[in-house]
């Protein structure tokens, strides 16, 4: 199996370099893809005076400004421009949040993860199936509390669908610490896949994401006393609650 | 030159499309049983004698095939051992025999925990293999190298925790198993490896030397315990 590299559209668009990463499959690329997408809507822009594009897309007219702005960075690509205005729109209601969390990347603790559906989630299954199927309701005004009643609760559990990520934390997205983190893991396990020749690619997706693994739980110099899995969230945590903050009802 | 290497890479490809072309289930089962000559006396001692796997699991086998004589039969044995062949084989016609076939008949352990082999191994599909591995653990509970993948996927997945519950539970059962040491040793050096990056320098080591017990030719397991002693611990 032949390794699949692409090219990396450069972070810092002053030093117009173009990298090669080695990926086991093409959804990885796809998570890559949309990481990239992830980590602009979340980085504050020069252009929104030091504002993050998901905080101006709060309104139609800011909505319109990182439509705008996202042609000039992505060019006019309609499907990418269709994931920037998907990422940064304002989703105050949990359906519309557990929609688009299926959708994310996930990040470094899920690049090389296969995309899941609803259809894969157990515990969004069992939630239904316990608490609104099995159950009457007076009017749909009851069952519809109950429903977003059920879908905090499948957003605030860690989900083996997103490496024990909570749901809201995958939504959430990345920041400049993850960024530079997954750019950091690419570059070894780019290193480390060029020695190694696979039979097949269930063989080099379990050995990439063992190599993830390890790298996850590797203690940092950078970051005293924490593994970069725990860094990863740790961000992630502050990003949600800022977003919380704005976007949440 | 290149037209030669073109019309040889045609050659080939139109080979493995005839080849395509000819498979079926039918013919599959039709050389399976006649490879293995299996008959509608004598096809429940063909398929133990030729399933290979460790004592528990062939007897584990040789219960789900006595639950379930009167639904089973020389078709579902030549379909079994179709299955293992080309799991062994590494070939994703392995998936078409389980969902065209094998699915359809009264679940069974092996065949799920094979089925998990396929989706991890050959496919990549990891969600689609902790299914199948959950699925074999539930139908017989001391399939101890169920567990075991089981263990790994979860830690693929990024579910530490469960992957270390699955390792230990592999390391209990395989452990008392004469054939399924190799199993024990690297389930519980997955463990001790688990329990070292919790800071639990102790428990991991006394893991690890078990493995070592359990399989004394493991070079990994040594070097572990190797630098953990000369860490001083």
């Given amino acids: 199996m032949r390794p699949g590299l692409v090219p990396h559209p450069p972070y810092d668009l002053q030093v117009c370099e173009i990298r090669q990463y080695a990926f086991p499959t093409t959804d990885a690329i796809e998570r890559f893809e949309r990481f990239g997408i992830e980590q602009w809507v979340n980085t504050p822009q020069p252009v929104f005076g030091g504002r993050c594009p998901w905080e101006v897309a709060q309104s139609p007219a800011g909505l319109w400004r990182v439509e705008e702005e996202a042609k000039e960075w992505f060019g006019d690509q309609k499907e990418k421009i269709a994931m920037v205005l998907a990422t940064a729109s304002p989703l105050p209601r949990p359906d519309k949040r557990r929609a688009e969390v299926y959708r994310r990347s996930g990040g470094l603790l899920n690049i090389f993860l296969d995309w899941v559906s609803e259809e894969d989630d157990e515990l969004w299954q069992r939630l239904v199936r316990e608490r609104l199927e099995a159950r009457s309701f007076p009017d749909q005004a009851t069952r519809l509390a109950v429903l977003h009643e059920i879908e905090r609760r499948w957003l605030e559990t860690p989900s083996e669908l997103f490496s024990n990520l909570t749901p809201e934390l995958v939504w959430a997205g990345p920041g400049p610490v993850e960024g530079k983190l997954l750019i950091e893991f690419l570059e070894s396990h780019t290193a480390w896949w060029e020695d190694q020749s696979f039979e097949t690619r269930g063989e080099a997706l379990k050995e990439s994401l063992f190599f993830l693994r390890r790298f996850q739980l590797q203690p940092r110099n950078d970051f005293p006393q924490r593994m970069a899995g725990e860094v990863v969230m740790a961000e992630r945590r502050r990003m949600l609650e800022r977003k919380k903050a704005v976007v949440m009802d | ?233």
């Avoid at chain 2, 076939?101 to 352990?109: E, I, R, S």
């Fill in chain 2, 1 to 233: 030159m290149a037209r030669g290497k073109k019309s040889k890479r045609n050659k080939k490809r139109a080979r493995r499309h005839r080849e395509s072309a000819r498979w079926s289930l039918d013919r599959v089962v039709e050389r399976t049983t006649r490879d293995f000559d299996l008959g509608s006396e004598n096809w429940r001692d063909q398929l133990i004698r030729f399933a290979c796997g460790p004592r528990f699991a062939t007897k584990s086998l040789e219960r789900y095939v006595d639950a379930h004589q009167s639904r089973l039969g020389p078709r579902w044995a030549a379909l079994f051992l179709a299955f293992e062949e080309e799991m062994l084989r590494q070939s994703e016609r392995a998936e078409r025999i389980y969902e065209e076939a094998l699915c359809t008949y009264p679940p069974c352990a092996w065949v799920e925990a094979t089925m998990g082999d396929v989706c991890l191994l050959i496919l990549g599909r990891l969600h689609r293999a902790r299914r199948h591995y959950q699925a074999a653990v539930a139908l017989e509970p001391e399939l101890a190298n169920a567990h075991y993948e089981l263990g790994l996927v979860y830690h693929a997945l990024g579910l530490f925790e469960r992957a270390a519950g699955e390792f230990k539970t592999a390391a209990q059962l395989a452990g008392g198993r004469e054939d399924e040491r190799e199993v024990a040793a690297r389930a519980s050096f997955n463990l001790g490896s688990y329990q070292w990056n919790l800071g639990e320098c102790a428990i991991s080591k006394q893991l690890i030397r078990k493995a070592l017990e359990y399989m004394p030719d493991y070079p990994e397991a040594q070097a572990s315990l190797d630098a953990i002693k000369a860490r001083g611990m």
